[in-house]
């Protein structure tokens, strides 16, 4: 795949760290191929390394759960998106931007994206998208060709020689595009004219076409066509400011862009308004959205000059690397679980991170922390500027599209399928819709009685454990006003039904952590939940087992379950809480 960012010194520093170089060279392999499952010999294959040594990688990436395994295929896992939450922490961007892009997209029921520079290419950081039946599909961490979106005029407008020449040596060995998976690639089509002219435009009017816009783009237009009018499109928004894509990523396809400075004048981002032909035409697009994209950038870049340089939140404790060195010996890649670590704190510190700084967040002596950083230099992971190190938005190359669009369904599932193998019972995940639970999530047993509920499934909320576990979870004023509204009823003899009992059976719930309901929705039936938490401490949804009452005794299932049950809470819990940093996940 293309590299999009500054390119990496050819010759490799003396203080290279080999296993973080080769164990990137892997995760990238497993983010970008164009699967989702990998095997270690497809990965050797493309990497270019030695079979032992993608085995001893991927264990490493295993145990510090950066992918996981199904069979014996590789996989990315959620906590990969701690590398992306990094950068995206580190420059602020989500906290300032994100708030009025959301409320942009709300106020003009189009979608908004907010895009970086990432070398010759956009990075797409955040996207407020409107739910249609032709929907925007980019993610955050996609990244596009300059030359095929408005960010990417806006932000050469700010090249020099030295970029430019990076983009064509770029553009003549991928003519087509196909180093860029989130676009259609060109087709090739011959070498046709492409004229990009466009009337001058009056100070403060709207023009009848966009800035450089290509009412009938050329794919396949050869590089010297294509540069020139890329290079018109560039000049056009230096002069007018803004930027426009008039079906350049594909047909029917059309946006708007401004640029949004930081409090020294520099391009940060760009914020584009996205629509579709059959709702608007370019200038009909760029009438109606420029006006309140303008006022949303300046309330961008207030937020952005206001924001503090204070620390942010610190990355996740992952398992201890001395522990598992000692565990796995030879199996285990400290080095590289100790450079992910360092990549990982740049998360906790806002703008540049001094040695002494990531050093201390990481636990690592200064020597050792300073090596990953020649590394990740190296390979266009970090900037060194004099004020201290700075990590780059390439870093969401590393797996952070795939894993930030993850719904709560993807997440749970596979922890679902580990605690059936363990409890031999039958798991679900629900969430609190309306008077009901919904299920959402589901693994059922292998025994030949098990419990037959399917996902789509709704049952009341006050007679189920993770009915409780929700219910519990509410503020108090609103867990009271639900019990007033609900009217129970009596669906075995042991069913909850007056409200007191109710109010203090869902109390109960709450105080002791989990869920636990026994026949009150059916004869026989037995259930334990336990909540699931996002990043924010919030309970979300709910987890539990089912199973037949005459099984076990109540204390033998409690003792039984119980801890695997809260293991299989947090892992979800842990794995959400990352997914969902900065960017919104969905149930399904």
């Not at 598992?324 to 590289?336: C, D, I, M, T």
């Not at 540049?352 to 992971?381: K, V």
């Not at 009271?480 to 909850?496: D, Y």
């Amino acid at each position: 795949m293309a590299q999009h960012t500054e390119t990496p010194a050819h010759e490799a520093p003396e203080e290279l760290v080999g296993p973080l170089e080769r164990g990137l060279a892997v995760l990238r392999a497993v983010a970008s191929g164009p699967g989702i499952r990998h095997r270690p010999g497809d990965l050797a294959r493309t990497t270019g390394l030695a079979r032992s040594t993608v085995d001893r990688v991927a264990t490493t990436l295993l145990r510090l759960g950066y992918v996981r395994a199904e069979e014996r295929d590789l996989l990315l896992a959620p906590r990969a998106a701690e590398l992306g939450n990094a950068y995206l922490s580190s420059t602020g961007l989500p906290e300032a931007v994100g708030p009025h892009a959301v409320a942009l997209a709300d106020e003009l029921d189009e979608s908004v994206s907010v895009a970086v520079p990432d070398g010759d290419g956009v990075r797409f950081v955040a996207q407020a998208a409107r739910r249609r039946a032709m929907a925007i599909s980019f993610r955050a961490g996609d990244v596009l060709p300059a030359e095929r979106c408005a960010p990417g005029a806006l932000f050469a407008a700010g090249w020099g020689e030295a970029e430019w020449e990076a983009w064509r040596e770029r553009h003549a060995k991928d003519p087509l595009d196909t180093g860029f998976p989130a676009v259609p690639p060109r087709t090739p089509t011959g070498s046709e004219a492409v004229s990009a002219a466009v009337p001058d435009a009056t100070p403060g009017a709207v023009p009848d076409a966009a800035p450089g816009a290509v009412p009938d783009a050329v794919p396949g237009a050869e590089p010297q066509a294509v540069e020139s009018d890329f290079r018109d499109r560039v000049r056009r928004s230096r002069a007018d400011g803004w930027a426009a894509d008039d079906q350049l990523i594909e047909a029917g396809l059309i946006a708007v862009a401004l640029p949004v400075r930081d409090p020294a004048g520099a391009v940060v981002c760009a914020v584009s308004v996205v629509s579709h032909t059959s709702r608007h035409d370019i200038g009909s697009l760029a009438g109606v959205a420029l006006p309140p994209l303008r006022a949303a950038v300046a309330a961008m870049e207030a937020a952005l000059a206001a924001a503090p340089a204070a620390e942010g939140s610190a990355p996740a404790a992952g398992p201890g690397t001395a522990e598992l060195k000692e565990e796995l010996g030879s199996g285990f890649l400290q080095s590289l679980a100790r450079g992910l670590d360092v990549l990982c704190a740049f998360g906790a510190v806002r703008g540049p991170a001094r040695l002494s700084e990531l050093a201390r967040l990481t636990g690592l002596p200064r020597a050792t922390a300073r090596r990953s950083l020649i590394t990740l230099r190296h390979l266009g992971y970090v900037r060194e500027d004099e004020d201290g190190f700075r990590v780059l938005p390439r870093v969401l190359e590393l797996g952070h599209a795939r894993v930030s669009g993850l719904t709560l369904v993807e997440i749970a599932t596979p922890h679902l399928a580990e605690l059936v193998l363990r409890v031999h019972e039958s798991a679900s995940v629900a969430v609190l819709d309306g008077e009901d639970i919904r299920y959402v999530a589901r693994v059922a047993s292998s025994r030949i009685m098990h419990i037959d509920i399917r996902v789509g499934t709704r049952l009341p909320a006050y007679a189920t454990s993770m009915g409780r576990v929700l219910l519990g979870a509410l503020p108090e004023e609103e867990r009271a006003a639900f019990l007033a509204g609900v009217t129970p009823e009596a669906l075995t003899p042991r069913t909850v039904t007056t409200p007191g009992a109710l109010a203090e059976a869902v109390a109960d719930t709450a105080r002791r952590g989990y869920g636990w309901v026994e026949q009150e929705l059916e004869e026989g039936l037995r259930s334990l939940a336990a909540p699931v938490t996002d990043g924010r401490g919030r309970v979300v949804a709910a987890v539990n087992v089912a199973l037949h009452a005459g099984r076990h005794s109540a204390e033998e299932s409690l003792t039984a379950l119980l801890p695997h049950l809260l293991g299989t809470a947090a892992a979800i819990s842990a794995d959400l809480a990352a997914v969902s940093r900065w960017s919104p996940v969905r149930v399904s």
